[in-house]
C-alpha cells in the first residue's frame, strides 16, 4: 500500500524532515518527504498497511518542538510502480 500525506502546524524548521526519515527506516517503509511552501510537511510512504499505520502514528506527535496540527491522509490499496521507492529519501 501507499499513503500520501500532508502534515501542518509548527512542523518546518524543527527537524521533522529528518525525524519521519529516521522513523520510517526503522520501520522499514520506502517512500520520501519534502517540505512544501504553504509551511505544510508532505510525505509519501510504501509498505503494509500496518506499517504506514504505525509512521502514521508518529507524524501526528512529530519531534520534539514541532506542533503538529492536522495529518490528512490518502490511501492507495495499488503497489507503487516496481523500483519506484528504493529507499526513503528526503527531497
Wanted: proline letters at 5%; aromatic letters at 10%; one cysteine or more.
Amino acid at each position: 500500500m501507499t499513503a500520501r500525506v500532508f502534515i501542518s502546524g509548527f512542523v518546518q524548521g524543527v527537524g521533522f524532515r529528518q525525524f519521519i526519515k529516521r522513523s520510517a527506516v526503522n520501520i522499514g517503509l520506502t517512500g520520501w518527504v519534502r517540505n512544501l511552501p504553504d509551511n505544510r510537511v508532505e510525505a509519501v510512504f510504501a509498505g503494509s498497511k500496518e506499517q504506514i499505520e504505525k509512521i502514521l502514528s508518529i507524524c501526528e506527535k512529530g519531534p520534539f518542538l514541532s506542533e503538529v496540527k492536522n495529518v490528512v491522509r490518502e490511501w492507495k490499496e495499488n503497489p507503487p510502480v516496481p523500483g519506484e521507492f528504493k529507499d526513503f529519501k528526503i527531497l
